[in-house]
């Protein structure tokens, strides 16, 4: 942290100097700057993609074995060398197999996959006040403009939040808003209203403005609810939220990095009534439900 007033004291001007070269950077705004792999709390977008494509439906059954053996090399899933058996979507997202999503991305495409992430908000201008990192989504572009190639392996990686795609945590927190309204983007904003000086005229009161109505149909989005619903419950999040007295929406991330994972989380709640978003990213987090417990503490006071 640092002194706001000391940053205003135009008598200590060494202070500002000093927080620029604090190897802990406190003046970096890490929610709206900081990009990190979203991991398998990209799995939602990449099941909406396939239902909106048709590739998928809620019925759909995909086995997983472990070991994905349509592309060469084979990747696995998560919890190989054991295996989820059948699963439908909600049940995917639920346990958060990593096969099903391998599938259904490419039978979709990374096409119809960036689509959708930018209808749920991801890489793209979301009207936010300040400066934000507008982030990448992971494509053929993006491994170009990385200096590297893309290739037909690419796509699994992609549907399964890794590869190029890269957010904030500000973005993911967007994103599960975005779900939680069912497609339809609203604009952020850290504003809720400006008072005049007296603090008894009120000048600007926010309300809420829509930058994007879905564009696909919203009953899509049911299966979504449920797996991740169902993830809070007997899911990735039990621990923390089994039996929370609310249902609440939630999506554990591992993203793999060159030393421990990283750890995102994202939720919204009450599940049948959304009012709250969240996001928690954790650097070296471990696993993904590491951050289910920060995201209670914040949902506390609001759900109870």
């Known amino acids: 942290g640092y002194d ?16 620029l070269n604090d190897s802990s950077r406190p003046l970096y705004n890490s929610a709206t700057q900081e990009k990190t792999a979203p991991g398998s709390t990209y799995k939602p977008l990449s099941a909406i993609a396939g239902l909106s494509e048709g590739v998928i439906t809620t019925s759909s059954i995909i086995n997983c074995s472990g070991i994905y053996k349509k592309v060469t090399p ?46 749920l908000g991801l890489g793209v201008d979301n009207g936010f006040e300040l400066w934000t990192n507008p982030g990448t989504i992971s494509s053929p572009e993006a491994a170009e403009a990385a200096g590297e190639n893309w290739y037909y392996g690419d796509v699994l990686q992609s549907s ?78 039990a621990t923390y939220f089994g039996s929370y007295p609310v249902d609440v929406a939630s999506k554990t991330g591992t993203p793999e990095t060159a030393d421990l994972p990283n750890s995102t989380f994202i939720c919204f709640a009450p599940a049948d009534d959304p009012q709250i978003a969240i996001s928690v990213v954790i650097e070296q987090g471990w696993h993904g439900y590491t951050g289910a417990p920060v995201a209670r503490d914040i949902l506390w006071p609001a759900e109870c």
């Open 74 to 119: 084979n990747p696995k899933c998560w919890a190989y060398p054991s295996a989820h058996g059948s699963l439908n979507v909600s049940q995917a997202i639920q346990h958060s197999c990593n096969i099903f999503f391998y599938d259904t991305g490419r039978r979709v495409g990374i096409d119809a996959i960036v689509e959708s992430a930018k209808m």
């Open 160 to 237: 399964i939040g890794q590869r190029f795609n890269k957010y904030t945590p500000l973005q993911l927190a967007v994103y599960c808003m975005n779900i939680a309204n069912r497609g339809t983007q609203n604009r952020v904003t850290i504003l809720k209203s400006i008072k005049d000086y007296s603090m008894s005229d009120t000048l600007y009161e926010h309300e809420t403005e829509v930058l994007q109505e879905s564009t696909v149909d919203p009953s899509l989005f049911d299966p979504i609810f449920e797996g991740m619903v169902a993830a809070s419950r007997t899911g990735t999040a």
């Open 4 to 19: 706001n007033n000391k940053l205003a004291n135009t008598m200590d001007s060494n202070y500002y100097s000093k927080l």
